[in-house]
T-cell receptor
Framework: DTAVSQTPKYLVTQMGNDKSIKCEQN?????MYWYKQDSKKFLKIMFSYNNKELIINETVPNRFSPKSPDKAHLNLHINSLELGDSAVYFCASSQDWGGPEAFFGQGTRLTVV | AQSVAQPEDQVNVAEGNPLTVKCTYS??????LFWYVQYPNRGLQFLLK??????LVKGSYGFEAEFNKSQTSFHLKKPSALVSDSALYFC?????????????FGKGTKLSVKP
């Protein structure tokens, strides 16, 4: 039973397109996150949601818009995709904001061509 | 601002030998420190954390980490490395020096264990 699941696992799309990545957690956690891992494996927080409310929005272009329909889901919608958006995007969750550990999904490898 | 540094891009160890993956930190409050491991094509997995208490923290898969306040370090260790330990290891700190906040990750250290 996967704790944090993301779909799709791989996503190849053309510049200018709009795409979404879905994330679901079945752990009953209150807080969910999106991280971006670039080609050098550097991990950076993008968004944090606690109880469906945005609590952190790092310096991310407004082409990226997270949506949290309920506590168990945090989807990431990206408009007008650019080459530089190519990366692996990880969803994660924790019991609360600052929970002792975060559980990560397997990642979505986005390739923009 | 909180930060962590992993000075080594890669660590090579022979199977059966002890391993150390280094991490130093900079925080303005109490350090909340973590180690995560990423196997190829997988998400990150939590290994261990230091919040308070004993300086030697034990975690998953036989790993442990030693918190050293004077040296601001939190090195990851294992007495006897396995080939299956080969992965990317990330040190992390809470971003506000407290119990809440996002994780700030180091750049990662690739551990390679040879038979």
């Amino acid at each position: 039973d996967t704790a944090v699941s993301q779909t799709p696992k791989y996503l190849v799309t053309q510049m200018g397109n709009d795409k979404s990545i879905k994330c679901e957690q079945n752990l009953g956690h209150d807080t969910m996150y999106w991280y971006k891992q670039d080609s050098k494996k550097f991990l950076k927080i993008m968004f944090s949601y606690n109880n469906k409310e945005l609590i952190i929005n790092e310096t991310v272009p407004n082409r990226f818009s997270p949506k949290s329909p309920d506590k168990a889901h945090l989807n990431l919608h990206i408009n007008s995709l650019e080459l530089g958006d190519s990366a692996v995007y990880f969803c994660a969750s924790s019991q609360d904001w600052g929970g002792p550990e975060a559980f990560f999904g397997q990642g979505t490898r986005l390739t923009v061509v | 601002a909180q930060s962590v540094a992993q000075p080594e891009d890669q660590v090579n160890v022979a199977e059966g030998n002890p391993l150390t993956v280094k991490c130093t930190y900079s925080v303005s409050g109490n350090p909340y420190l973590f180690w995560y491991v990423q196997y190829p094509n997988r998400g990150l997995q939590f290994l261990l954390k230091y919040i308070t208490g004993d300086n030697l923290v034990k975690g998953s898969y036989g790993f442990e980490a030693e918190f050293n306040k004077s040296q601001t370090s939190f090195h990851l260790k294992k007495p006897s490395a396995l080939v299956s330990d080969s992965a990317l290891y990330f040190c992390a700190v809470r971003d506000n020096g407290g119990s809440q906040g996002n994780l700030i990750f180091g750049k990662g250290t690739k551990l390679s264990v040879k038979p």
